[in-house]
């Protein structure tokens, strides 16, 4: 089982940038690819961005390509999502997503989610 808290969301101006961070519980996170999917008002869940549980391979939306960066800490259990050059496009709430490594997994954990504006 893995709980997940995300942290960091906000109010921000266009072209500034946010941190979101997403701390998860248990003692096997690095066994987890992690993810972060956004949600905007009146839209389905999207997906942003993906990291594996090694950290070796990355995917992202072509949306957030070069803006974006996500990373993780397995010491600290924690994966970053930093956010650059924001738009106001990209409001909307960000969820963090846990899915176990081996292959056929889906994305069985899920934070409450943070929200985060931007404005123009």
């Known amino acids: 089982q893995v709980q997940l808290v995300e942290s960091g969301g906000g109010l921000v101006q266009a072209g500034g940038s946010l941190k979101l961070s997403c701390a998860a519980s248990g003692r096997t996170f690095g066994s987890y690819t992690m993810a972060w999917f956004r949600q905007a008002p009146g839209k389905e869940r999207e997906f942003v961005v993906s990291?594996?549980?090694?950290?070796?391979?990355?995917s992202y939306a072509n949306s957030v390509k070069g803006r974006f960066t996500i990373s993780r800490d397995n010491a600290k259990n924690t994966v970053y999502l930093q956010m650059n050059t924001l738009k106001p496009e990209d409001t909307a709430v960000y969820y963090c997503a846990a899915r176990y490594k081996s292959p056929g997994s889906g994305y069985a954990y899920w934070g409450q989610g943070t929200q985060v504006t931007v404005s123009s």
């Open positions: 990291m594996s549980w090694s950290g070796a391979t990355t």
